[in-house]
């Protein structure tokens, strides 16, 4: 039952295939009723009396004389094939308008009259795999008649073929001992790809024709837009020129087909409006002999301009007020025929003293231009230095760019080149100076790879940043800081969009530890002015110790050790604080009953300032002792020296000044050697 179904479908489809057909065949109608109204409106506008009117004869523009060779004007043939081509526009027009419109009725009878010209082939003894290959080669067919024309013969073919193999099958099938009722017959391969092209060329053209139909309307709308652009060019009273009439009828004719019940109606308005404007042109024609005088006065006025030229001294400015002259030459209209070539040849004459006077000039100025090759030649070899250079350093690419700009500033103010030679010598400059650019442009890209590394390592140097900015070793803290922005600004650019972002997140780091320690220190600095308090009190009791004259060696012991655990002042006192506190000691020393070599020692050891009874002692003392050491081989080097240079001078009063000096210096010297020597003696006693 299902085989039957189906083999009903396949015959339905059959029959509305051939439906399709007769419906196609019907689209394009033999003639179509045009609405009375419009059409006698139409009619009426067509039957408008209208006089022979002698065409209006245009007086052709001059040809305008060219820059290097002015074009002799053949004097008395301007006119005639203008008035020739006047009239057989318009009779040309008529004719046109008349045949189209006669062939209104009949456009869509030869809508595809060429598309019927193709081989007609006999397909009775095809088989049923070549007439599925027929079909599907319609399938990319566009001409729907040859297609209608094609599955006329191969449809029954094929269906006959079918209809053969479903009976026998069913003959076999019923042989087998089954029933009729029971038979579902399965179409093979070459029937479903027979029937999905036959389906896929039903729709193709069912797009087709409803396309076209879209497209008539399409095209009645643009008819009926020129129509009313026609009217109002019409309407204008002052309106005789032919040009935008004539385009309009040429964008008519470009239009293609519309709904045949329109077809009618539209010629005839137009060929009404068409009429009307060759009435209206008739009664301006008269007019144009007044502008042909007008014409002339305003063209003798270019005459005497063009004449005046050949006074200018600048040949330059002359030749372009002389081509704005032809221009408005050509552009003023026609003039009377009896003295157009008059007018046109004193222009003429004009014209050409101008343009000898610029052959003169130009053959002059080859030599200027030879000049000029010569010295665009250097120019293009001192560029081709440029094309090598190469360079990591950004100032240097800026510095090259700045000499190669000005090389063109050069060459742009030398001038033009000789013809055959310009081309050969431009490409090469510009060939290198583009060059340099580029191998500037890979710089710059090779660099941006290393502002890319160098972002890498300022973002190490951040985290190391955000790791210290906690700490409280302030001392140690701020040096590690310290080499961190070193290594910061060594490590060169970044990035110019994350440049401020990274600089903002380090500098927060440092500015976070930094402002820790500012706090920090503002309390050492209250701790501070107390020790100098403490300290003033220290030196008061030693000169109070001093003014008594009981003091001891104990005592004084006392005092530096009293001194040394006190701890630091104020920066800005720090000077002034020893400085009291020397001079008390030095004092109390004095006030002592001392002499000679003790004194010296305790001296000493007022100046080593209790090293041994502070603090980290040892380590103060082994600093102490190599200060002393390292001051001593200096003075000891200077020694040397100086009686080295004490060998050169010669016997004369000026060196003898020169050696008393340099004596008395080694003499100081070797007492503070001695004096160091002391001290580093009691230094290491300790």
């Not at 004097?75 to 526009?89: F, K, L």
């Not at 008649?145 to 013969?153: C, E, R, T, V, Y």
């Not at 009439?245 to 519309?258: A, T």
């Not at 380590?619 to 050491?629: I, V």
């Amino acid at each position: 039952m299902s085989e039957e179904k189906s083999m009903q479908s396949g015959d339905q489809n059959i029959e509305n295939s051939n439906a399709d057909k007769n419906t196609e065949n019907l689209e394009t109608p033999q003639t179509e009723s045009v609405s009375e109204t419009v059409e006698n409106k139409a009619v009426e506008e067509v039957v408008t009396p209208v006089e022979e009117v002698k065409p209006e004869v245009d007086v052709p523009q001059e040809a305008t004389v060219e820059e290097t060779t002015p074009v002799e004007e053949a004097p008395g043939q301007a006119e005639e094939p203008v008035i020739a081509e006047t009239e057989e526009a318009h009779a040309s027009d008529v004719a046109v308008t008349s045949e189209e419109a006669e062939d209104v009725d009949t456009e869509e009878e030869h809508d595809h009259d060429d598309e019927e010209d193709h081989q007609v082939i006999d397909y009775s003894n095809h088989t049923r795999e070549q007439l599925t290959e027929v079909i599907e080669e319609l399938t990319s067919e566009n001409n729907f008649k040859k297609i209608d024309a094609i599955l006329a013969q191969i449809e029954p073919l094929f269906q006959e073929t079918e209809d053969a193999a479903r009976q026998e099958a069913l003959d076999k099938f019923i042989a087998d001992g089954g029933e009729e009722a029971d038979f579902e017959y399965r179409h093979d391969r070459l029937y479903n790809r027979f029937d999905a092209s036959l389906r896929l060329i039903k729709d193709k053209k069912h797009t087709y024709y409803k396309e076209r139909e879209a497209n008539k309307e399409k095209n009645l709308q643009k008819k009926t837009e020129l129509l009313d652009k026609l009217r109002e060019l019409v309407d204008e009273e002052a309106t005789t020129s032919l040009n935008p009439i004539k385009e309009i009828q040429e964008e008519w004719k470009k239009v293609g087909q519309v709904p045949n019940q329109h077809n009618r109606t539209l010629w005839a308005n137009y060929n009404a409006l068409i009429d009307r404007f060759y009435n209206n042109r008739h009664i301006l024609f008269e007019l144009k002999e007044l502008d042909r005088k007008k014409n002339q006065e305003a063209k003798t006025e270019l005459c005497v301009k063009a004449e005046a030229l050949d006074q200018m001294d600048n040949l330059k400015d002359a030749i372009i007020q002389l081509n704005e002259f032809h221009e408005e030459y050509k552009n003023i209209g026609p003039v009377p025929k009896e003295v157009q070539e008059e007018l046109w040849q004193r222009f003429k004459a004009a014209s050409d003293k101008v343009y000898h006077k610029r052959k003169e000039y130009l053959d002059s100025l080859k030599g200027e231009l030879n000049e000029n090759l010569e010295k665009k030649k250097v120019l293009a070899a001192e560029l081709k230095a440029f094309t090598e250079f190469d360079s990591d350093r950004i100032n240097k690419w800026n510095a090259k760019t700045k000499e190669i700009l000005a090389l063109q500033k050069k060459w742009d103010a030398i001038g033009g080149l000789p013809r055959e030679h310009a081309k050969e010598v431009n490409k090469i400059f510009w060939g290198d100076f583009k060059k340099f650019f580029s191998n500037k442009n890979d710089f710059f890209k090779k660099l941006e790879g290393m502002r890319q590394e160098n972002l890498e390592k300022k973002e190490a140097l951040i985290q190391k940043a955000i790791e210290l900015q906690e700490s409280t070793d302030w001392d140690s803290t701020a040096n590690k800081l310290k080499t961190l922005q070193q290594q910061w600004r060594d490590i060169g650019p970044v990035p110019e969009k994350v440049r401020n972002s990274i600089y903002e997140k380090f500098k927060a780091a440092c500015d976070a530890f930094f402002n820790n320690r500012r706090a920090n220190l503002s309390k050492a600095d209250s701790e501070y002015a107390e020790n100098l308090k403490k300290k003033e009190a220290i030196i008061q009791s030693i000169l109070d110790a001093a003014d008594k004259g009981t003091g001891s060696e104990k005592e004084m012991d006392e005092f530096l050790a009293m001194w040394q655990a006190v701890g630091f002042v104020p920066r800005g006192a720090m000077k002034s604080i020893e400085h009291k506190y020397s001079e008390a000691l030095a004092k109390y020393v004095k006030g002592l009953d001392v002499e000679g070599q003790e004194e010296e020692q305790l001296m000493i050891k007022v100046e080593l300032g209790g090293l041994q009874n502070g603090p980290n002692a040892d380590r103060k003392l082994n600093k102490k002792e190599g200060e002393l050491r390292r001051q001593i081989q200096e003075i000891e080097d200077n020694i040397s020296l100086w009686n080295n240079n004490l060998s050169f001078f010669a016997n004369s009063k000026t060196a003898d000044k020169l050696k008393a000096e340099f004596d008395e210096k080694i003499e100081k010297a070797k007492e503070e050697i001695d004096h160091l020597k002391k001290q580093l003696k009691m230094v290491r006693s300790m």
